[in-house]
């Protein structure tokens, strides 16, 4: 599998942006997908996560309420939508797939992620 990251950008905060991660390859053999972010200086944390089926929308703490990940079958894409953005949302994001069954416990975890996506950079201006 092979992910596509894309739609990082500039944006005041308070500003919405829309992330976008495209699959290709073996697409079939994706489980779950999830978005990593990692602000420098610091390790890189879940932001959100979703079946490849497009079920179960799972959040970290800080996502819920401002954060949706969504898919698009079609496409093979999957998207985050961020808005009412802050400035301690400034990070690269990035795009994962699992092929593995999991629970949402394991969601938020790096290990549960087979195939990464190159990183996309967000900038918030406060």
């Known amino acids: 599998v092979q992910l596509q990251a894309s739609g990082g950008g500039l944006v005041q905060a308070g500003g919405s942006l829309r992330l976008s991660c495209t699959a290709s390859?073996?697409?079939?053999?994706?489980?779950?997908m999830g978005w990593f972010r990692q602000a420098p200086g610091k390790e890189r944390e879940f932001a959100a996560a979703?079946?490849?089926?497009?079920?179960?929308?799972y959040y970290a703490d800080s996502a819920k309420g401002r954060f949706t990940i969504f898919r698009d079958n079609v496409k093979n894409t999957v998207y985050l939508q961020m808005n009412s953005l802050k400035p301690e949302d400034a990070a690269v994001y990035y795009c994962a797939a699992g092929s593995r069954a999991s629970g949402p416990s394991y969601y938020t975890k790096e290990r549960t992620y087979d195939y990464w996506g190159q990183g996309t950079l967000v900038t918030v201006s406060s």
């Open positions: 390859g073996r697409t079939f053999s994706a489980y779950v």
């Open positions: 979703i079946l490849w089926n497009g079920g179960f929308p």
